[in-house]
């Protein structure tokens, strides 16, 4: 049944170039959208996490609260495994005046790890090295009038330090959002307690090494271990600290099965064209399988075995370009937009360069997909062939 499956296939050489080569298409194009779309989803979420950190400690109920006071709280001691770091954050709102411009702000003091993470944002001018030294959002610089070098005085009345403190602009920032760069001044921490609360973080973020992207169980084990002995204070996991963003994680799956499905629609239209015009030039022939004694269900099994090899040829194809696409992807790639869109694109806070990834779960769903057109597109040539009486289909005349 093989061997004869395999010989009707070359008989018409040239139509099944054709399907082939547009199956192979399909799967070379499915390995490619799915290594660039998982590369963009891991991207996403990587900013979100380095905003963050793993974990997050903040004052219990902080999303009902507003003054300061009641969001800051003094960083206790934590007992943390080895490799882990945590850095304290200070936010609070206030006045940025330079000359006779002012604009309302968030003034956010950052550890000097967490200032260095900033360097890859900036856009003039260096990181703070000492204090009185400030980055400003370079929206916020243009909307104030200053320059790299110019002082700028911060007020914040409503804080629990000086409430006035004077900073020397050493550093402008690009920032993904331009919302948020028309209002961030990021300093160093101790700078930021003396202006707002001495002493005092408004959030904890703790970060582990060796912790994969989307691993959740080392996360959760950790906020177990440390939530009993910090009363008053919530410990989140970044996911739990970004819910808007949780919220599309588990649309991943949903939204990759769906857009490889419609190409694999597209493919199977054309394998059904294909294996409907085989079985048509070949009534005849299975009319005369048929009168020797092959049964209805081996004529389906020939028409599904011809699927199958077609299908399964292409795809191996098609699956080893996509694989060499996909080594050239994982070693960072830039999509070749103009200025502009690559403008709206960084709006996401996506990086401009992205790395592919393409795990077993991506080529398994290719590969699931392939069989699964395969057999749909065979299912009702294969069916009219085992319906087919010997006579008629002998004197059947194309």
């Not at 170039?17 to 199956?23: A, D, K, M, Q, S």
């Not at 007020?155 to 402008?172: D, K, N």
């Not at 699927?307 to 040829?313: E, P, T």
């Not at 937009?337 to 360069?353: N, T």
Request: hydrophobic share 50%; glycine share 12%; aromatic share 8%.
């Amino acid at each position: 049944m093989l061997r004869l499956a395999w010989r009707n296939l070359l008989r018409t050489p040239g139509r099944s170039l054709t399907t082939g080569g547009v199956v192979a298409l399909v799967v070379f194009l499915s390995l490619a959208f799915l290594s660039v779309y998982a590369g963009t989803f891991d991207a996403f979420f990587q900013r979100v996490l380095d905003r963050t950190g793993h974990l997050v400690v903040r004052v219990e109920g902080y999303e009902a609260k507003q003054d300061l006071e009641s969001l800051t709280f003094v960083p206790p001691s934590l007992s943390l495994p080895q490799g882990a770091r945590v850095e304290g954050v200070l936010e609070g709102g206030g006045l940025l005046v330079a000359g006779e411009r002012s604009r309302a702000v968030v003034f956010t003091g950052l550890t000097p790890e967490g200032l260095a993470r900033q360097r890859g944002l900036l856009k003039e001018g260096r990181l703070p090295e000492a204090s009185g030294e400030a980055l400003l959002g370079e929206a916020l610089a243009k909307a104030l009038k200053v320059r790299l070098g110019d002082e700028v005085v911060a007020y914040a009345p409503g804080g629990l330090g000086l409430g006035v403190y004077a900073f020397r602009v050493v550093g402008l920032l690009d920032l993904p959002e331009t919302h948020l760069e028309a209002r961030t001044v990021l300093v160093p921490l101790a700078d930021a307690q003396a202006l707002l609360a001495p002493g005092r973080v408004s959030r904890l973020e703790i970060r582990l090494s060796g912790v994969g992207l989307y691993e959740k169980e080392p996360l959760e084990a950790l906020k177990a271990d440390l939530q009993p002995h910090l009363p008053g204070l919530r410990v989140e996991t970044w996911l739990e600290a970004n819910p808007v963003y949780a919220a599309l994680l588990p649309l991943y799956d949903t939204v990759m099965g769906i857009y490889v499905g419609i190409f694999f629609v597209l493919g199977g239209l054309v394998l059904l064209n294909a294996l409907y015009l085989s079985l048509v030039e070949r009534v005849r022939e299975f009319g005369l399988l048929a009168a020797l004694g092959l049964t209805g269900g081996r004529l389906m099994a020939l028409v599904f075995w011809e699927s199958l090899l077609l299908v399964g040829v292409s795809a191996l194809v098609g699956m080893g370009a996509g694989l060499l696409l996909h080594l050239e992807l994982a070693n960072g790639f830039r999509f070749p937009f103009p200025a502009w869109i690559l403008e709206q694109y960084r709006e996401f806070g996506l990086p401009e360069v992205l790395y592919g990834r393409l795990g077993m779960k991506e080529v398994l769903l290719t590969l699931g997909y392939a069989v699964g057109v395969a057999l749909l597109a065979a299912l009702w040539p294969g069916w009219l062939a085992s319906r087919l009486e010997p006579v008629e289909a002998m004197r059947y005349v194309p």
